[in-house]
């Protein structure tokens, strides 16, 4: 005889799945602009309003980040570049480049993937993995996180936030990782929510966009970096936009959790 086991001692509590799956995607609405705004300046990179911060992210790339250097070079623009750890491990010397040539890293994590499942732990271990990288490539710490595709999952707040990182995504982007994308419309979609203050989003790889988009987005920068000074408005990097970096966690031999763990790497 086949005894039916009663649901309550083997099923997961319904209230218990909504909450874990509450907390794994329910902070992914932030990808929605009106959702990150309403959260606050911080998240959607809100800073000085009398500078804006130019960020380029998915690099580094060897064929097209240096395209960018110089671009960004000849018009004496600083940005911040939230680079993968996998392609970073891969190109470390254009790591150091990048900030030889004064700009900023930031962390978009090891991988370009999409949350579709809670995977708190690998998604903690490869973001700090990623920090250490960066932080051996920069000489000091990374203070922001961007996760890929803009999600922020549960896994990947607190990962960032264990990692010591903030997590900043954008209040204006280009839509150049289109297909169709062109530096006008680039320029277009960016002067259209464009404010002092703003945190603008690029690509400087098509490695998780259309083939070649990044020429769209390298043609804009110009004109964009332009538009801003037409504007009175100062271009630059994040750490230069006026947000307060997470609180550093000390150790519990009082050295800072950042610092010594690029240290060890
Ligand atoms: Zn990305």
Redesign the pocket.
């Known amino acids: 005889m086949v005894t039916a086991v009663p649901a309550n001692r083997t099923a997961v509590p319904a209230g218990l799945l909504a909450a874990a799956a509450a907390w794994h995607i329910g902070p992914a609405a932030t990808w929605l602009p009106g959702v990150r705004a309403a959260l606050g300046p911080g998240l959607d990179g809100r800073g000085d309003r009398s500078h804006v911060a130019l960020t380029f992210?998915?690099g580094p790339d060897p064929v097209t980040t240096p395209r960018f250097l110089r671009a960004l070079d000849a018009l004496s623009v600083r940005a911040t570049f939230f680079v993968l750890g996998g392609r970073l491990a891969r190109h470390p010397a254009l790591g150091r480049l990048i900030v030889a040539e004064g700009h900023e890293l930031a962390v978009?994590g090891w991988r370009?993937d999409r949350p579709w499942c809670p995977r708190p732990l690998r998604d903690a271990r490869e973001l700090a993995r990623a920090v250490d990288l960066v932080g051996e490539a920069a000489g000091r710490p990374p203070l922001w996180y961007r996760p890929?595709?803009g999600i922020l999952t549960g896994g990947r707040w607190a990962a960032a936030r264990a990692a010591g990182l903030r997590t900043v995504l954008w209040s204006a982007w280009g839509r150049d990782w289109t297909a169709g994308a062109t530096p006008w419309s680039v320029y277009a979609e960016v002067t259209r929510t464009l404010r002092g203050g703003a945190t603008v989003l690029l690509?400087d790889s098509d490695v998780?966009s259309a083939p070649g988009a990044w020429r769209a987005a390298l043609g804009a920068v110009p004109e964009l970096v332009a538009e801003c000074r037409r504007r009175g408005l100062a271009v630059g990097r994040l750490d230069e936009h006026g947000l307060v970096p997470a609180p550093q966690r000390p150790n519990t031999d009082g050295t800072n959790i950042r610092f010594s763990r690029t240290l060890e790497a």
């Open positions: 992210d998915d978009h370009h890929p595709y690509h998780v």
